[in-house]
């Protein structure tokens, strides 16, 4: 059974600052890892997806890594701003997604 | 592209109460999810289809919660009857197939069982 951890459970950061959102899996038999953003009362917004084959993927100012023999990727966000607060998810995926709790994220001006 | 439709947006029933949500999926994607996530945790898998047919509902709690994807596009989940834990955001989403594909998420139904 597929288990995800996130690291740190919550962040506060001033605007501008370059902060990594860390992510853990205990199955690496994984197609694909997807990063999500959920906004309060919102749905899931997708950021990211990284094939298995992949090592990163990148969309403006956010990268992320994937490492699938140790079950970890990192979402890199560049330059903070005050509308990246949310709380920010990962999944993996198999034939399904797996979710950990997320990391609440708060960026203040 | 539209995105994953959801209705409600929002519910309020008394426990014991029956209540049904409808998805609507991106046009063409054969997979369809619903999750359930409870305040303050992560979205958990209740049942997966792939076109009509169910992959995964080990998770589904079937003595109350039903889930149908007639003609594999539309899918409702029922839950009948409701109890006070069933209060939670339900999540529908949808991905083309297969397991490498980029799955996309509605804006979800808040149920607040009372």
């Known amino acids: 059974k597929q288990e995800v951890t996130q690291i740190p459970a919550a962040l506060s950061v001033p605007e501008g600052e370059n902060l990594v959102l860390n992510c853990s899996f205990t199955?690496?038999?994984?197609?694909?890892l997807q990063w999500f953003r959920q906004d309060p009362g919102k749905g899931l917004t997708s950021l990211l997806l990284?094939?298995?084959?992949?090592r990163e993927q990148t969309s403006g100012r956010l990268n992320a890594s994937l490492d699938k023999s140790s079950g970890r990727s990192t979402l890199y966000i560049a330059a903070s701003q005050p509308g990246d607060s949310a709380t920010y998810l990962c999944?993996?995926?198999?034939?399904?997604?797996?979710f950990g709790t997320g990391t609440r994220l708060q960026v203040t001006l | 592209e539209a995105g994953v439709a959801q209705s409600p947006r929002y519910k309020i029933i008394e426990k014991r109460q029956s209540v049904a949500f409808w998805c609507n999926p991106i046009?063409?994607?054969?997979?369809l999810y619903w999750y359930q996530q409870i305040l303050g945790q992560g979205p958990k898998l209740l049942i997966q289809?792939?076109?009509?047919?169910?992959?995964?509902d080990s998770q589904l709690p079937k003595d109350r919660f039903s889930a149908e994807r007639l003609k594999g596009v539309d899918s409702t989940l029922k839950i009948q009857p409701a109890k006070l834990e069933d209060s939670a955001v339900y999540l529908c989403?949808?991905?083309f197939g297969g397991g490498s594909t980029e799955a996309f998420f509605g804006q979800g139904t808040r149920l607040t069982v009372v």
């Open positions: 989403a949808s991905s």
């Open positions: 199955d690496s038999a994984i197609y694909n």
């Open positions: 990284i094939q298995s084959s992949q």
């Open positions: 999944a993996p995926g198999e034939s399904k997604l797996t």
């Open positions: 046009s063409g994607h054969a997979t």
């Open positions: 289809f792939q076109n009509n047919g169910v992959v995964d």
